[in-house]
């Protein structure tokens, strides 16, 4: 039994017997931005994966809304609420953005409740409005970022997981990424996982943060306080 | 010269089923479908036993063919593709299982019709002129029948929920799976829909010039051409490299000896692919 929101037990992960995470344990309240950094390899992907159940956890058990979800599997989890966004972004490249939008509808059978989101997606992106009809392999990182993201959220998730959501973009629109989670947070009541590399973006943006190194939880703490500790500034802020 | 355009345009469109089918499945399941052919093959002997032999209408025919032969494309993809594309770590294993199930069906078919060329008579008689141009009426009918199949698969694969599906599993299956998709059944629905294409353009054809047992090597030959000329796993290549494959040997059989025809085409496209590899609307590999 869990009694919190969401509860992450014992996770271990292995890949041909070697453990890529060991006892990891995330738990959080409804409603919550969780960070998971750490240095390349620390094991936040493997981490969302085992959430996700694209990985099957060799140990541990994963707890949503009450419920025990590690044994699920990943298409199913879609219906139970939970949204995943993979690292790479990963657009259908030649499907127009409105597919890739109607991709995340896939499995909810409302159309009236399908066409409103899906306006109110675009109200939120104007940037998908205006390239609607073009194909998604076309956009820039930027807004292939936020075709996905918006394509979760079509999905109507409860949590939202972001991994690695600003690779590979320039500060200025890493910025708006950040800005995009917190409203997401804010005006759909959306509780997320954020995986970042970039340390300093995730801990601004959640209240809590897990701090993975060498596939273990080396640290946790409230977001801004972490941002304080001395350690995570050496290792993860530069100083 | 208008006859030779008449005759490329209704091979066109019989190619551009078969070419259809054989990009679905290579697309969505990326595998080489080796017994498209076969099943094409079989398509055209389903016709020939409901309609010779059962004395059933044309039109059950034609709908035996194409569901027969998708059942039998879903089963091979749950029995056979499915389980060899989860255990083994080579992209060689599917291409030699689907070589095996090309082996298969031929030998099914030659135990159930024996070696000899099948055909049906013409479903409709008469004779349409256009300009210098002969039509057989039964050639008109295989040809509507063909463009009207092939406006179905259009519409269907860009604007039905399941068609764009199968268009997002065929472009990333992480994605897919992560938008609650049972990529399962999409998988097994590609892969009998590819079959049941392969069936009915069988089943046309049969109609035209008859088929036999032994013909499945060489539609599938055909098919591999086509794609190569097209770009693999495009519906636009596809449909491109139908075309141009139905004029070319419309053209050739006009002009050439009858055996020359195919040794060019294999010339030709042995250059073509030294210019362009991936096809004409392919992206490159790699």
């Given at each position: 039994?869990?009694?919190?929101?969401f509860?992450a037990?014992?996770?271990?992960?292995?890949?041909?017997?070697?453990?890529?995470?060991?006892?990891v344990?995330?738990?959080?309240?409804?409603?919550?931005?969780?960070?998971?950094?750490?240095?390349?390899?620390?094991?936040?992907?493997?981490?969302?994966?085992?959430i996700?159940?694209?990985?099957?956890?060799?140990?541990?058990?994963?707890?949503?809304?009450?419920?025990?979800?590690?044994q699920?599997?990943?298409?199913?989890?879609?219906?139970?609420?939970?949204?995943?966004?993979?690292?790479?972004?990963?657009?259908?490249?030649?499907?127009?953005?409105?597919?890739?939008?109607?991709?995340?509808?896939?499995?909810?059978?409302?159309k009236?409740?399908?066409?409103?989101?899906?306006?109110?997606?675009?109200?939120?992106?104007?940037?998908?409005?205006?390239?609607?009809?073009?194909?998604?392999?076309?956009?820039?990182?930027?807004e292939?970022?936020?075709?996905?993201?918006?394509r979760?959220?079509?999905?109507?998730?409860r949590?939202?997981?972001?991994?690695?959501?600003?690779?590979?973009?320039?500060?200025?629109?890493?910025?708006?990424?950040?800005r995009?989670?917190?409203?997401i947070?804010?005006?759909?009541g959306?509780s997320v996982?954020?995986v970042?590399?970039?340390?300093?973006?995730?801990?601004?943006i959640?209240?809590?943060?897990?701090?993975?190194?060498?596939?273990?939880?080396?640290l946790?703490g409230?977001s801004?306080?972490l941002?304080?500790?001395a350690?995570?500034r050496?290792?993860?802020l530069?100083? | 010269?208008?006859?030779?355009?008449?005759?490329?345009?209704?091979?066109?469109?019989?190619?551009?089923?078969?070419?259809?089918?054989?990009?679905?499945?290579?697309?969505i399941?990326?595998?080489?479908?080796?017994?498209?052919?076969?099943?094409?093959?079989?398509?055209?002997?389903?016709?020939y036993?409901?309609?010779?032999?059962?004395?059933?209408?044309?039109a059950?025919?034609?709908?035996?063919?194409?569901?027969?032969?998708?059942?039998?494309?879903?089963?091979f993809?749950?029995?056979?593709?499915?389980?060899?594309m989860r255990?083994?770590?080579?992209?060689?294993n599917?291409?030699?299982?689907?070589?095996?199930?090309?082996?298969?069906?031929?030998?099914?078919?030659?135990s159930?019709?024996?070696?000899?060329?099948?055909?049906?008579p013409?479903?409709?008689?008469?004779?349409?002129?256009?300009?210098?141009?002969?039509?057989?009426?039964?050639?008109?009918?295989?040809?509507?029948?063909?463009?009207?199949?092939?406006?179905?698969?259009?519409?269907?694969?860009?604007?039905?929920?399941?068609?764009?599906?199968?268009?997002?599993?065929?472009?990333?299956?992480?994605?897919?799976?992560?938008?609650?998709?049972?990529?399962?059944r999409?998988?097994?629905?590609?892969?009998?829909?590819?079959?049941?294409?392969?069936g009915?353009?069988?089943?046309?054809?049969?109609?035209?010039?008859?088929?036999?047992?032994?013909?499945?090597?060489?539609?599938s030959?055909k098919a591999?051409?086509?794609?190569?000329?097209?770009?693999?796993?495009?519906?636009?290549?596809?449909?491109?490299?139908?075309?141009?494959?139905?004029?070319?040997?419309?053209?050739?059989?006009?002009y050439?000896?009858?055996?020359?025809?195919?040794?060019?085409?294999?010339?030709?496209?042995?250059?073509?692919?030294?210019?362009?590899?991936?096809?004409?609307?392919?992206?490159?590999?790699?």
């Amino acid at each position: 039994m869990s009694t919190r929101y969401f509860e992450a037990r014992d996770l271990t992960v292995s890949y041909d017997k070697v453990a890529a995470i060991r006892d990891v344990s995330i738990g959080f309240d409804e409603g919550q931005v969780v960070a998971l950094i750490g240095a390349n390899g620390a094991g936040k992907s493997t981490t969302l994966r085992a959430i996700t159940g694209l990985k099957r956890p060799g140990r541990g058990e994963i707890w949503f809304e009450g419920e025990r979800i590690d044994q699920i599997a990943p298409a199913k989890l879609v219906e139970r609420g939970i949204a995943m966004v993979p690292e790479g972004r990963r657009v259908f490249p030649h499907m127009s953005v409105r597919d890739n939008l109607l991709m995340g509808a896939h499995t909810r059978e409302d159309k009236a409740g399908v066409a409103s989101d899906l306006e109110r997606i675009l109200t939120r992106f104007p940037r998908l409005r205006e390239r609607l009809r073009q194909n998604a392999g076309t956009l820039s990182g930027g807004e292939q970022e936020m075709l996905v993201i918006g394509r979760a959220l079509m999905t109507k998730p409860r949590l939202l997981l972001l991994d690695e959501p600003s690779l590979g973009l320039a500060p200025l629109v890493v910025r708006d990424i950040a800005r995009l989670i917190l409203e997401i947070n804010r005006d759909e009541g959306v509780s997320v996982i954020l995986v970042e590399q970039n340390s300093r973006m995730a801990l601004r943006i959640s209240q809590y943060a897990y701090v993975l190194e060498t596939g273990r939880i080396g640290l946790e703490g409230a977001s801004a306080e972490l941002i304080d500790n001395a350690h995570v500034r050496a290792l993860y802020l530069g100083g | 010269m208008e006859q030779i355009l008449v005759n490329g345009a209704i091979l066109a469109a019989n190619y551009a089923l078969i070419a259809l089918g054989i990009t679905l499945i290579f697309s969505i399941m990326n595998v080489l479908n080796f017994a498209h052919g076969q099943m094409f093959m079989f398509g055209g002997l389903i016709v020939y036993w409901t309609v010779a032999q059962l004395g059933l209408p044309y039109a059950v025919g034609l709908a035996m063919a194409a569901v027969a032969v998708g059942l039998i494309g879903m089963a091979f993809e749950v029995f056979f593709f499915r389980r060899v594309m989860r255990d083994s770590t080579r992209e060689e294993n599917t291409m030699l299982l689907a070589v095996g199930t090309a082996l298969l069906l031929e030998n099914a078919a030659l135990s159930l019709f024996g070696e000899k060329q099948r055909g049906i008579p013409p479903i409709v008689t008469g004779v349409y002129r256009i300009g210098d141009a002969f039509l057989p009426a039964n050639r008109a009918l295989v040809f509507g029948i063909s463009l009207v199949l092939i406006v179905a698969i259009l519409l269907f694969v860009t604007y039905s929920k399941t068609g764009r599906a199968m268009r997002a599993l065929a472009q990333d299956r992480t994605a897919t799976l992560l938008m609650g998709v049972d990529t399962a059944r999409i998988s097994t629905l590609g892969f009998g829909l590819g079959a049941a294409l392969a069936g009915i353009a069988g089943g046309l054809l049969i109609t035209v010039s008859g088929v036999n047992a032994g013909i499945g090597t060489a539609i599938s030959t055909k098919a591999f051409i086509m794609i190569m000329i097209g770009g693999a796993g495009v519906v636009s290549g596809a449909l491109l490299g139908a075309v141009a494959l139905g004029f070319i040997e419309a053209f050739g059989y006009a002009y050439l000896p009858g055996s020359l025809t195919y040794l060019m085409i294999f010339v030709a496209l042995i250059l073509f692919l030294l210019i362009r590899p991936q096809g004409i609307m392919g992206k490159p590999w790699g």
